[in-house]
């Protein structure tokens, strides 16, 4: 039983999940698939620090469900670390969905879970751009739609949680849209997502996958974990609010020079493609 005044989160998750060799065995597995066919490539998980509380900010893609939990398998397998997700109050809504979630480490994304989980020292992944960056329109790929969200800079102040810019290429390349949620064709949906209780800026495109398919494009998957930040600088700033704003710029800035550098390796990658992949394993 909890003490009275100890640490607890809004949706009664645990405040620290350990995993058995059974469960990092059903991770491997279930990741597997999705490894096999955008075979990723990573860059600086070492940044993640091997322990205390980091603050993963990352840019979020069409392929937010699928392309993080690769990201988050390799810190497990490379760092031992679980990064503890956000999930959006619907997911966290439903009762079975929620227990899985909890056993995963993922939590309902809110500023007290997010801050008290960092006070435990965990390592939690954070999107700025949430719902609207991942719905994200054509002519977008890539773009951080932050809208001057600086929540996440004031919570690592606030916990002296050094940030780790996130990035991740390859997402928002797996499908084609066809309608974004601004197209007239797609007001009904809209509508739908306003009768849910949703911002219509939350409406999902029209995509497709390889033909006419919802089947993801074999594209690989990219990662750059960039040095980590430390917050301290900020720490004793008199005007907090203008001190998140600062770091926001910074944090910003870091994560679009890493996104650029993932941006250059996939030009110049003969393996982006599963054709390329494939001849080059026969040597070609």
């Known amino acids: 039983m909890s003490e009275v005044g100890s640490p607890r989160l809004t949706d009664g998750a645990p405040l ?12 491997d597995v279930l990741c597997a698939p999705s490894r096999a066919w955008f075979s990723p490539r990573f860059w600086g998980v070492e940044n993640i620090p091997a322990e205390g509380p980091v603050l993963l900010v990352g840019n979020h893609t069409l392929a937010g469900g699928t392309d993080a939990p690769l990201l988050a398998h390799e810190v497990l397998v490379r760092r031992d670390r ?3 997700g956000l999930a959006e109050n619907v997911l966290i809504d439903v009762p079975v969905l929620r227990d899985a979630l909890h056993r995963l480490g993922i939590v309902r994304g809110n500023r007290h ?11 939690v992944a954070v999107f700025p751009g949430g719902g609207r960056e991942a719905m994200r329109g054509k002519g977008q790929k890539y773009q951080l739609i932050w809208e001057g969200r600086t929540g996440f800079a004031r919570m690592a102040i606030e916990t002296g949680a ?16 066809v309608f ?4 007239p064709v797609m007001k009904p949906v809209k509508q739908l997502v306003k009768a849910l209780g949703l911002r219509e800026t939350l409406t999902p495109p029209l995509i497709r996958g390889v033909g006419p398919t919802l089947l993801p494009k074999p594209e690989r998957f ?8 430390d917050t301290g600088a900020w720490r004793d700033a008199d005007d907090l609010d203008a001190a998140a704003s600062e770091l926001q710029v910074v944090v910003r800035k870091a994560l679009e020079g890493e996104l650029e550098f993932l941006l250059r390796e996939r030009d110049r990658d ?5 054709l390329g992949r494939t001849l080059s394993a026969v040597g070609l």
């Open 16 to 27: 620290h999940v350990r995993l058995t060799e059974l469960d990092r065995r059903v991770i």
């Open 82 to 84: 679980l990064v503890r």
């Open 113 to 123: 879970n997010c801050t008290t989980l960092l006070e435990q020292g965990e390592a």
């Open 162 to 177: 050094p940030i780790v810019p996130m990035a991740m290429i390859g997402g928002d390349d797996i499908f084609d849209i």
């Open 180 to 183: 974004d949620g601004d197209d």
């Open 222 to 229: 990219y990662y750059s974990l960039g040095t980590p930040i």
């Open 270 to 274: 003969r393996g982006r493609s599963l």
